[in-house]
């Protein structure tokens, strides 16, 4: 993520700020333009963006609920920005502790959406694709509610985020007894990601045997997958193969680990491009490590180009989190295979991952994943 400057006045803004506080001005994110504007009021509802060039634009509609300060086009027949139209169920917001979780959601959303269009990933919502779009249902528990427990997952295009993993506590306590070293909104919402790239991209893309080849058969049974991985079954040298242990449950589960940990290594080292970060390390008797974050993630020619970022980037910052009593910033460790991994992820998301020359008609099916 990048920090951006308010066009009126040349204050630091960051990707969440909704008012330049130095000189006052709105401010509203452009998704078309990737740059977060400085706005100016219009008659009917319109905004003069300073960012890009005066157009006119229109805030999203769920701006009306303090929730988003995306933007659309002021002509444009859309009402909701690029990343609210995916929204298919949003919080009961008669319950007055949902406007404050639903707008966290909606935070680590925009996050995503943010890297998936510097990515050019095909965003294809229910208006237009009812059936398997990416859509999101943000869903609460019912009070003293005796039915099935809501999960996050993700079920044919559908992301499903249990509304009370907005609730910090909440989230920490479920971190702990699931042994998790990271669990975060905007982890959630990557990690589902992938599942639904994963069908548009390897199952509907023609690459399943490529995939195979590297992640195995997800063909597997699931349901006994999963089981047997949380009755302690994973295998003891999963970090020689595995970005994480979960994902050593499931192909699918390794695929959407890998795809979520490739985002935020692209977030995080185009954050460290942004504020000039640069690293030289010179351990004692160790191999100087030096890095110079000049390149743009998005648009990085190889997984060798930012994993040689990566790594030292991680480790200063690790150590930084240490020095003040804070868990790891990125408490992974990355081996060759898990390495190779993210290979494919960003081959695939580049285009340059090919399809399987021979591989047969594929038919759609709808699968339940969920962490």
Known sequence: MRVFTCQACGQLLYFENVRCERCGHLLGYLPDWATMSAIEPLPNDRWSTLGANS?????????EFGICNWMVPA?????FCAACRHNKTIPDL??????????KLEAAKRRLFYTLLRLRLPLVNR??????????????QAPNAHGQRIMTGHDNGVITLAVKEADDA????????????????????RHESGHYFW?????DGGRLKSFRALFGDEQQDYAAALSSYYAADQPLDWRQNFVSAYASSHPWEDFSETWAHYLHIVDALETAQSFGVSVQARPWRMTEQKAAFDFDPHEAGDIDQLISAWLPLSFAVNSLNRSMGQPDFYPFLLSPVAISKLGYVHALI????????????LHLQTVTVSV
Not at 127 to 138: I, N, S, T, Y
Not at 199 to 203: A, G, N, T
Not at 350 to 361: I, K, V
């Open 55 to 63: 157009q006119q634009y229109r805030f999203c509609k769920n701006n």
């Open 75 to 79: 002509d444009s027949e859309e009402i």
């Open 94 to 103: 008669s319950l007055p502790e949902n406007a404050q979780r639903w707008r």
């Open 127 to 140: 208006v237009d694709d009812p059936v398997h779009a990416l859509a999101f249902d943000f869903l609460a």
């Open 170 to 189: 909440e989230r920490e306590k479920i971190r702990m007894q699931m042994g998790e070293p990271y669990r975060t909104l905007l982890g959630h919402f």
């Open 199 to 203: 069908d548009v991209l390897v199952r």
């Open 350 to 361: 580049h285009g340059q991952q090919p399809s399987d020359q021979l591989e047969p008609t």
